[in-house]
């Protein structure tokens, strides 16, 4: 339900975009940088590209590394392990935070906190020193979900999927430049006349510095709701503080955010790996230079500038024809091909097919990643942000194991690694046909035609009576209302005549 015109003629326009009830924005436009919605939107893509940027310095460099601190494969697979691992417990902590607190104070707060680790990769002397820099690091990922969470904060469900996708894989983008970053900033150092073991340690200041400004710009300039910041909001009285017990219980106790996580870990976590391996993968198997090497590991994760947003268009082009049932097909269909195009990578032998073919892959793995969080702003309305940081810490999870797995150590080649690696994609995706909606069915089912079988009644649920009583559930309804899309065409011509006015700005 967007706002009309009726009730504002006589008021000047309060946001530059059309909103919905909930004055979330009804429509997506990348180069406006309008407040408070797309402000957020470049506020929350660019300070997650610098934590990835920050999280991934040290692949593109490894080879330097390596000799400098006498790093066996072991060593490079624990601080890869590592680097990836806080940031499971730390996503869903963000995703709490932001259910409590906010996405802004939540976001800017946790990349203050880890930017000193990146400083102090600078002064690293062991194999150990090197692992829990890169471990501490790591945290700063966990913006992931304070950006998917803030995302589907200001943006309705019509277009949540295509915000999700552009902010999550412009990002995500981040894994890639790094690769090209790092290797540029050492040989500039290098050239100036520093050493090759003293170059690389000064480099990591850059990302240092670029990830705590990026901080700063979150406080000064970010907003937490279209209506405004959560502690101003709640001060007024606009907000309900909620109790985290409640918001942890519907959380948890929704399977399909575990479902979710674990499909989300064999295609984000998938591409986590590939970002600690593919430099070193491609410097070692085809005796490329290091700057070579990190120019093709960068367009595996370069590709996010296009595949993760088309991931999340694609879901919100599908929810409007299909409903939700567009959505998760979708999404099984991109992520198992994902999984073909990873043991095609690891059987080819040549340069060129390899490159093709890494490409292929990291499209439809991260479009994989677009389309899954098209489909999570759906599972829970009270617990958006702990569903979140769930799905995302799944992310990370899949990424510990499958490095724990297949990139430790010398058990298994790297190709023989990768090709695994899509078979472990391809079966960890088939979960995907348990999730089912009572509102708008699953993969094979239609919607439920018993009791529980609106989109009221599944949000709702999340409220008890004594909650009710007091309106503490009307977000919720504002937000079922706004859901309606997702039974599909249906919905679309049950709605066409009251929405036959045109809608406006507020």
Known sequence: MEISSTSTESQPPKFALPVDSEHKATEFRLFSIAAPHMRAFHLSWISFFSCFVSSFAAPPLIPIIRDNLNLTSTDIGNAG??????AVFSRIAMGTACDLFGPRLASASLILLTAPAVCFTSIVSSPVSFLLVRFFT?????????????????????????????????????????????????????????????????AFFIPA?????????????????????????????DKHKDKFPLVFYHGISNYRGWILALTYGYCFGVELTMDNIIAEYFYDRFNLNLQ???????????????????????????????GMRGRLWTLWIVQTLGGVFCVTLGQVGSLGASIVVMI???????????????????????????????????????????????????????????????????????????????????????????????????????????????????????????SRSESGRRAESATTLSNATPPTNV
């Open 209 to 237: 510095l670029f990830q705590m400004s990026t901080a700063l710009a979150v406080l000064i300039f970010g907003q937490d709701l279209p209506d405004g910041n959560y502690q101003q909001l709640q001060k007024s009285g």
């Open 81 to 86: 392990i590592a680097s990836v691992s806080g």
């Open 360 to 482: 292929l892959f990291s499209l439809f793995c991260q479009a994989a990643c677009g389309l899954t969080f098209g489909v999570v702003p759906f599972v829970s309305r009270r617990s958006l942000g702990l569903i979140s940081g769930m799905t995302g810490g799944g992310g990370n999870v899949g990424a510990v194991l499958t490095q724990l797995i297949f990139f430790r150590g010398t058990k298994y080649s790297k190709e023989t690694g990768i090709t695994l690696m899509g078979v472990m994609i391809i079966c960890c995706t088939l979960p995907l046909c348990l999730i089912y909606f009572p509102q708008w069915g699953g993969m094979f089912c239609g919607p439920s035609t018993g009791k529980v079988a609106t989109e009221e009644d599944y949000y709702v649920s999340e409220w008890n009576s004594k909650e009710k009583e007091k309106g503490l559930h009307q977000t919720s309804l504002k937000f079922a209302d706004n």
């Open 138 to 202: 790591g945290f700063s990922l966990a913006t992931f979900v304070s950006t998917q969470f803030w995302m589907s904060s200001m943006f309705s469900g019509r277009v949540v999927g295509t915000a999700n996708g552009v902010a999550g894989g412009w990002g995500n983008l981040g894994g890639g430049a790094t690769q090209l970053i790092m290797p540029l900033v050492f040989a500039v150092i290098r050239d100036t006349g520093a050493a090759k073991f003293t170059a690389w340690r000064i």
């Open 292 to 322: 070579t090497a990190g120019i093709v590991a960068a367009s595996f994760g370069l590709a996010n500038i296009v595949s993760r947003p088309a991931g999340g268009i694609i879901s919100d082009i599908m929810g409007k024809r299909f």
